[in-house]
């Protein structure tokens, strides 16, 4: 898809880039585990190296691909956080390592797995059923 929007000038948007944390009260309650991008080790220990929060990080990793980031806060400090990614950037070894944490389909949590009978549809996108880890 990243090589398709460069090709057609499409810019892709990255839609829950810190993992989507709010979610995941209400995933837990229906036996869904949404992972914890904030807390990855490998994320954390970055932030902490570079003096920057695994926040930044997240969004920095994606902008500096060329791909827009939309992250929610209601915490005015987040959102002053959130918007500081640029006059610095990762290195291609940073990128590298966190370009190695991708899960591919088995790390998609945006599957509509809360909404029973989606997959049924004969447009459903996603290669894999919705599930419950
Ligand atoms: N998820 C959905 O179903 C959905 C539906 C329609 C539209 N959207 C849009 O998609 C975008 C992504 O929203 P999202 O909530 O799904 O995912 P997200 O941006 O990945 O995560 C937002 C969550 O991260 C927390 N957060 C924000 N900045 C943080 C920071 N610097 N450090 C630690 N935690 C931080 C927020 O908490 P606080 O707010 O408490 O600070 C909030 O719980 C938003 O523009 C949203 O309007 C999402």
Redo the contacts with the bound molecule.
Sequence with gaps: MQAYSRETGLVLTS?????????SSVANEQGCVIPSV?TNPVVVFMAQALGR?P?QVMLRYFVQQGIGV??????PA?IQ??SQLFGWSLSEACMAALRSLDKGEAGRSFNFSSRRGFELHPEYPFPCTPHTR
């Excluded at 839609?15 to 979610?23: K, N």
């Design positions: 839609y829950g880039t810190l993992g989507s944390p709010g979610r904030l929060t926040a939309i992250p929610k806060s209601v915490t987040r956080e959130n």
